[in-house]
């Protein structure tokens, strides 16, 4: 826990924003902290570059490919997918602030089980899959595929951390710099020996976690980085059957399939491979899905595999644990650089990995003191010899070298039919599949395997792929009224992507914010499996600034406030100053901010209120008088024989009748 203690970033306070709480983890070229969101009162992951990164004249590549790694990720939408929700720079700190993931990751999974079910292995990499293809579909690579990055909420939800060497398809096949960046453990054989990558080396890299988490193990290991990375490139992949006997075959099938070295030979993105990985999965029983090797639950790897010296590193939980220590080292990300030494590895991108050393004898011609018999009797035996490697080169040329090979002939646009007649014409057997494809016509063959024109025995089989026409799947119903999240569920339950309108201005007075207004296309019509349906969103009632009516009559209120599109509420109140129907007061104020079908109240005068007026009968005049006057009543006085007692006999308003106050009273008096 030092590390985290004394890490200068703790406690501070990044971009006015992000408290950093403590230290999360530390890879290649940044560090992840655990941070939380003043503003917004949450639990971030703060990714900060290394500061040394940037420094010198290649510290500008690394801060673009750090600010690219933001735009690149923020891309992506997912739920498979590590968020990515803000990037700024405060001063010399470069960071990216992302979803914080509460859990633990798969290297760490693994240490605690040692190996998975077949079952829970495959679960895993089919939602690893499912969200690199998100990226696969705008174009968009990983590269550094391990267990580090694949994150297990405690609920069980599995995501993809870490596009931070994810770039365009474009720009990453080619390489001028020299470097290849990667986790050796996983690199792919193209990127080693041509420096280039597509989806298909994060295909390699998944296949290679395939086999880790059936067997506890990874399949090439060493004492360096670059035996390592030899292994990769001159190696196939072993089965996992190699090591866990019990294996069906068909996960065999699938794990080379996956990591298979040549990139031709793998499925082409991360969906092929999903759906290769499904079907395997319905071919294989319950209690082998249920099965897992005995590994022990402690992996313990070659510390040598990465050059970074070990008080780089740290744990994701902070833990000082020697054997999962050492796995991580081996697991963090390596930089092999063709030219510098110390802390990269030089590897040449191309060269050096496919060398062989030759080793030659010079012999001296006045060494061969033989006599001439036998000398003639030498060369009989070495004639002999060469007719015998003749013999012998001739039958490995015909068996097994270039003669038993020919070229897959061409097949694409083929009918079926037309495909195995030409195959049969080479001698070659034909496998056709049907499978789905949007350009192919109908019936039509559009990909190989051996692809056109690669070798293969002459009396091998091709298997080709017949034109099922383009994947179509029915648009679902309910998306125009639908809440945004049920409506992007449908759409993804029918494997199709659902994309949003841009703009603010989608306002509407009936439809709640965040529901559908319009979809692109229309309920069960026939699209293409994994295309995009625009959805245009609803931004609720448009803004409005609530204005004054006070003053206004009610009917006039009520139709100012109505064209507004807001919604009067009148409230009666009595009032000694307004005349009956006026609006005297209203909530909210004018100046306040709100929207369309907001309500405002309006307090409408009823004019004075109506006061019940005493029995007064009986009573001496001044004290009637009195009492009127303090209810707000004005009093008058009418004499019966001159008014002399000065009792109240009568009263012009009968005793207990409401009257406006400031009504005249007339007392009669005897």
């Given at each position: 826990?030092?590390a985290?203690?004394?890490?200068?970033?703790?406690g501070r306070?990044v971009?006015?924003?992000?408290?950093?709480?403590?230290r999360?983890?530390?890879?290649?070229?940044?560090?992840?902290?655990?941070a939380?969101?003043?503003?917004?009162d949450?639990?971030?992951?703060?990714?900060?570059m290394?500061?040394h990164?940037?420094?010198?004249?290649?510290?500008?590549?690394?801060?673009?490919?750090?600010?690219?790694?933001?735009?690149?990720?923020?891309?992506?939408?997912?739920?498979?997918?590590?968020?990515v929700?803000?990037q700024?720079?405060?001063?010399?700190?470069s960071?990216?602030?992302?979803e914080?993931?509460d859990?633990?990751?798969?290297?760490?999974?693994?240490?605690?089980?040692?190996?998975?079910?077949?079952?829970?292995?495959?679960?895993?990499?089919?939602?690893?899959?499912?969200?690199?293809?998100?990226?696969?579909?705008?174009?968009?690579?990983h590269?550094?595929?391990?267990p580090?990055?694949v994150?297990?909420?405690?609920?069980?939800r599995?995501?993809?951390?870490?596009?931070?060497?994810?770039?365009?398809?474009?720009?990453?096949?080619?390489?001028?710099?020299?470097?290849?960046?990667?986790?050796?453990?996983y690199?792919a054989?193209e990127?080693?020996?041509?420096?280039?990558?597509?989806?298909?080396t994060?295909?390699?890299?998944?296949?290679?976690?395939?086999?880790?988490?059936?067997?506890?193990?990874?399949?090439?290991?060493?004492?360096t980085?670059?035996?390592?990375a030899?292994?990769?490139v001159?190696?196939?992949?072993?089965?996992?059957?190699?090591?866990?006997?019990w294996?069906p075959?068909?996960?065999?099938?699938?794990?080379?399939?996956?990591?298979?070295?040549?990139?031709?030979?793998?499925?082409?993105?991360?969906?092929?491979?999903?759906?290769?990985?499904?079907?395997?999965?319905?071919?294989?029983?319950?209690?082998?899905?249920a099965?897992?090797?005995?590994?022990?639950?402690?992996?313990?790897?070659p510390?040598?595999?990465d050059?970074?010296?070990?008080?780089?590193?740290?744990?994701?939980?902070g833990?000082?644990?020697?054997?999962?220590?050492?796995?991580?080292?081996?697991e963090?990300?390596?930089r092999?650089?063709?030219?510098?030494?110390?802390?990269?590895?030089?590897?040449?991108?191309?060269?050096?990995?496919?060398?062989?050393?030759?080793?030659?004898?010079?012999?001296?011609?006045?060494?061969?003191?033989?006599?001439?018999?036998?000398?003639?009797?030498?060369?009989?035996v070495?004639?002999?010899?060469?007719?015998?490697?003749?013999?012998?080169?001739?039958?490995?040329?015909?068996t097994?070298?270039p003669?038993?090979?020919?070229?897959?002939?061409?097949?694409?646009?083929?009918t079926?039919?037309?495909?195995?007649?030409?195959?049969?014409?080479?001698?070659?057997?034909?496998?056709?599949?049907d499978?789905?494809?949007?350009?192919?016509?109908?019936?039509?063959?559009?990909?190989?395997?051996?692809?056109?024109?690669?070798?293969?025995?002459?009396?091998?089989?091709?298997?080709?792929?017949?034109?099922?026409?383009?994947?179509?799947?029915?648009?679902?119903?309910?998306?125009v009224?639908?809440?945004?999240?049920?409506?992007?569920?449908?759409?993804?339950?029918?494997?199709?992507?659902?994309?949003?309108?841009?703009?603010?201005?989608?306002?509407?007075?009936?439809?709640?914010?965040?529901s559908?207004?319009?979809?692109?296309?229309?309920?069960?019509?026939?699209?293409?499996?994994?295309?995009?349906?625009?959805?245009t969103?609803?931004?609720?009632?448009?803004?409005?600034?609530?204005?004054?009516?006070v003053?206004?009559?009610?009917?006039?209120?009520?139709a100012?406030?109505?064209?507004?599109?807001?919604?009067?509420?009148?409230?009666?109140?009595?009032?000694?100053?307004?005349?009956?129907?006026?609006?005297?007061?209203?909530?909210?104020?004018?100046?306040?901010?709100?929207?369309?079908?907001?309500?405002?109240?309006?307090?409408?005068?009823?004019?004075?209120?109506?006061?019940?007026?005493?029995?007064?009968?009986?009573?001496?005049f001044?004290?009637?008088?009195?009492?009127?006057?303090?209810?707000?009543?004005?009093?008058?006085?009418?004499?019966?024989?001159?008014?002399?007692?000065?009792t109240?006999?009568?009263?012009?308003?009968?005793?207990?009748?409401?009257?406006?106050?400031?009504?005249?009273?007339?007392?009669?008096?005897?």
């Amino acid at each position: 826990m030092g590390a985290t203690v004394t890490d200068p970033l703790v406690g501070r306070l990044v971009d006015g924003r992000y408290e950093v709480v403590s230290r999360i983890a530390r890879g290649g070229m940044a560090t992840v902290y655990l941070a939380v969101d003043r503003r917004l009162d949450r639990d971030v992951a703060l990714k900060v570059m290394h500061p040394h990164l940037a420094e010198g004249g290649a510290g500008s590549d690394f801060v673009a490919r750090f600010r690219r790694e933001a735009r690149a990720a923020a891309r992506l939408t997912h739920p498979g997918l590590v968020g990515v929700l803000d990037q700024g720079v405060d001063g010399e700190t470069s960071y990216l602030t992302m979803e914080y993931v509460d859990g633990t990751n798969l290297r760490r999974h693994l240490a605690e089980r040692g190996a998975l079910t077949v079952g829970d292995a495959l679960g895993i990499l089919e939602r690893v899959l499912d969200a690199l293809g998100a990226a696969h579909r705008v174009g968009l690579v990983h590269r550094d595929i391990k267990p580090e990055n694949v994150l297990i909420a405690v609920d069980g939800r599995v995501k993809l951390a870490d596009f931070g060497l994810a770039r365009a398809v474009t720009e990453v096949t080619s390489t001028t710099t020299g470097t290849v960046l990667g986790t050796v453990a996983y690199l792919a054989p193209e990127l080693v020996t041509r420096g280039a990558s597509d989806a298909r080396t994060d295909v390699y890299a998944a296949g290679i976690l395939l086999f880790e988490m059936l067997t506890g193990r990874q399949p090439f290991t060493g004492e360096t980085p670059i035996q390592v990375a030899f292994q990769h490139v001159n190696s196939d992949v072993p089965a996992p059957s190699d090591l866990v006997r019990w294996l069906p075959v068909e996960v065999d099938e699938l794990v080379t399939a996956l990591a298979a070295r040549e990139p031709a030979d793998r499925p082409v993105d991360a969906a092929a491979a999903l759906e290769q990985l499904r079907r395997t999965r319905a071919t294989l029983d319950a209690p082998t899905l249920a099965r897992a090797a005995e590994v022990p639950p402690t992996i313990t790897l070659p510390s040598a595999t990465d050059p970074r010296p070990a008080e780089d590193d740290e744990l994701t939980t902070g833990e000082a644990s020697a054997g999962l220590d050492a796995a991580r080292r081996q697991e963090e990300t390596t930089r092999l650089d063709v030219a510098e030494a110390g802390r990269t590895v030089a590897l040449p991108i191309g060269t050096g990995l496919r060398s062989t050393a030759v080793s030659t004898r010079h012999e001296d011609p006045a060494s061969d003191r033989s006599r001439p018999a036998g000398r003639r009797r030498r060369w009989l035996v070495v004639t002999a010899l060469l007719l015998v490697l003749a013999g012998a080169g001739a039958w490995w040329y015909m068996t097994s070298g270039p003669g038993a090979y020919t070229r897959v002939p061409e097949l694409i646009s083929l009918t079926r039919d037309e495909a195995l007649a030409t195959l049969g014409g080479h001698g070659l057997e034909g496998e056709p599949v049907d499978a789905f494809d949007s350009v192919a016509p109908v019936g039509t063959v559009f990909a190989s395997d051996p692809a056109v024109g690669d070798r293969i025995r002459k009396d091998g089989t091709v298997t080709f792929s017949v034109s099922k026409g383009p994947d179509l799947v029915a648009v679902p119903a309910g998306l125009v009224g639908a809440m945004q999240a049920d409506a992007q569920a449908a759409l993804e339950a029918a494997g199709l992507v659902a994309e949003y309108a841009p703009g603010e201005d989608h306002y509407d007075d009936s439809a709640p914010l965040g529901s559908v207004l319009e979809a692109s296309a229309e309920p069960d019509q026939q699209v293409e499996r994994g295309s995009a349906v625009v959805l245009t969103l609803s931004d609720g009632p448009a803004p409005v600034t609530i204005f004054s009516v006070v003053g206004a009559s009610q009917d006039e209120a009520t139709a100012q406030l109505t064209d507004a599109g807001l919604r009067p509420e009148p409230v009666p109140a009595w009032s000694d100053t307004a005349p009956a129907g006026q609006v005297i007061a209203q909530d909210p104020k004018a100046g306040t901010a709100g929207h369309r079908t907001d309500t405002v109240t309006i307090t409408v005068s009823q004019g004075p209120e109506p006061i019940a007026v005493p029995d007064l009968t009986g009573k001496q005049f001044a004290e009637a008088e009195a009492a009127l006057k303090a209810l707000g009543f004005a009093v008058k006085r009418e004499n019966v024989l001159g008014g002399i007692f000065g009792t109240v006999r009568s009263q012009s308003t009968p005793a207990g009748e409401k009257v406006p106050r400031g009504s005249t009273i007339t007392l009669t008096v005897v």
